[in-house]
Structure formats: structure tokens, C-alpha cells
């Protein structure tokens, strides 16, 4: 199975350690969610723009593990979506993003280059 990850789970991020175990098949990029940010963290819901991704092979263990990490449901819930390298789980999030920041480039890795963003 695959997942494909848009944030604190990516390459060189704090929680890229939980994909230790997986094989990276590349880099996508997502059309048709907007990418927001929480602080440590994004929330991806369906939009009108894209987000820099990556795609991974992983283990139903790795699997079960992401989902207590996304809080058992609480805040994400997967869907499966197309990509180059197959279908793959996305962890979308189920909350209001009235009050969050946009990031517009659609890249995590990028969210404090664009104007008007501040530095953490």
C-alpha cells in the first residue's frame, strides 16, 4: 500500500522518522487541495490548488501507526487518492480552515518564504 505525505512527515521534518521503514517512490504534485498551516504542523482539504508531495510504499503496521498519530480520526481522515505510482492514502483534514493561513505555494517545505509569512 501507499501513502503520500505533504508535511512534518517529508523528508528532512520532524516527524519524518515515523517513514523509516518505508520506500520513498517519489515526489507528486497534488492537484485539487489547498494546504494550510496549524503551527508544527498542515491541514490538507479539497480546493483549488496543489501540494507538493511525497509518495511512499508502506507496511499496514506503518499504516496503523500514521493513523494514531493523526489522532485516530479526530482531526484527518484517509482517502484514497490517483497518482503516478499508484493509489495512496491521503490524511485529510476534518475541521473548519476559516481561521488558518493558506499557504499558496502548496509546498510545507516552502510556507515561511512567501510573503507575509513569519518565521517559527
Known amino acids: 500500500m501507499r501513502v503520500i505525505v505533504y508535511g512534518s512527515l517529508r523528508q528532512k521534518q520532524g516527524n519524518h522518522h515515523w517513514m523509516t521503514y518505508a520506500a520513498l ?25 496543489k501540494i507538493e508531495c511525497e509518495v511512499y510504499r508502506i507496511s499496514s503496521s506503518i499504516l496503523t501507526e500514521l493513523d494514531e498519530l493523526k489522532k485516530d480520526g479526530q482531526d484527518y ?15 485529510l483534514y476534518q ?4 481561521d488558518l493561513v493558506r499557504i499558496n505555494c502548496g509546498d510545507w517545505l516552502k510556507r515561511n518564504e512567501e510573503p507575509g509569512s513569519e518565521s517559527e
Open 95 to 98: 475541521h473548519s480552515v476559516d
Open 77 to 91: 481522515r484517509r482517502e484514497l487518492v490517483s497518482t503516478p505510482y499508484g493509489s495512496a492514502w491521503i490524511y
Open 25 to 49: 517512490l517519489g515526489e507528486y504534485t497534488l492537484e485539487g487541495y489547498d494546504l494550510y498551516d496549524l503551527g508544527h504542523y498542515p491541514a490538507v482539504v479539497p480546493g483549488t490548488g
